[in-house]
């Protein structure tokens, strides 16, 4: 597969954007896959119209969840001074 192996999910993303889509739309991996060169049978195309939408919408989910604190999700660690 090569090069249009890594062209392929670089295009559907760039569409995605300049289209400011919420969903992927088979239109859009059909139009990657013949921008890539890449043949991509009918039920493979449904498999990841479903699979892609639901990663995003699970994304959608984590980052619209209300936290419990207003701090940063990320972890933090006090900082310890040792002297020897």
């Not at 597969?1 to 400011?20: D, E, I, K, R, S």
């Not at 892609?52 to 604190?69: K, Q, R, W």
Request: hydrophobic letters at 40%; proline letters at 5%.
């Amino acid at each position: 597969m090569g090069l249009a192996g890594t062209l392929f999910p670089g295009v559907l993303w760039a569409q995605a954007q300049a289209q400011a889509a919420k969903k992927i739309t088979k239109e859009m991996i059909e139009n990657a896959a013949a921008i890539a060169d890449v043949p991509i049978s009918e039920g493979y195309k449904e498999m990841m119209l479903e699979n892609l939408n639901d990663h995003a919408n699970g994304y959608e989910e984590i980052t619209t969840t209300p936290t419990a604190t207003k701090k940063s999700t990320s972890c933090t660690f006090p900082i310890l001074l040792i002297r020897r």
